[in-house]
């Protein structure tokens, strides 16, 4: 049997498991609408998971304790738009939804 994409899955409202084993990010502090969130490290990349009661625009604000010079979000159609600050992003996202910062 072949496993399908769901492109529109049901909201999550708490987390679904708590992920005790991986370690914090050494690179950065992440806040969404002033609430620090843990940012979790693998060997691969960094990541967050906000949880959120509804569809309102998120603000992040995401420290980076190395310097960089840009911010590219993916997938490109989100058209996030970051303004940068020495070592600080700030963003906004219009709804919930997977995206990804890369950059130099």
């Known amino acids: 049997m072949a496993v ?7 909201r999550i409202t708490e987390p679904l498991y708590q992920v005790k084993e991986l370690e914090k990010s050494p ?3 992440v806040l969404c ?6 940012v979790y490290h693998t060997d691969s990349f960094d990541y967050v ?3 959120v009661d509804d569809d309102s625009p998120l603000d992040f ?8 010079q840009k911010a590219v979000f993916r997938p ?14 700030r963003f906004q996202l219009k709804k919930p939804g997977k995206v990804t910062r890369a950059g130099r």
């Open 49 to 51: 998971i906000p949880v």
């Open 27 to 29: 690179l950065y502090t």
């Open 4 to 10: 399908r994409y769901n492109p529109n899955p049901a």
């Open 61 to 68: 604000q995401v420290n980076v304790s190395k310097n960089f």
């Open 76 to 89: 490109a159609k989100t058209n996030v738009q970051a303004q940068i600050s020495g070592r600080e992003l």
């Open 33 to 38: 609408g002033g609430k620090e969130l843990t």
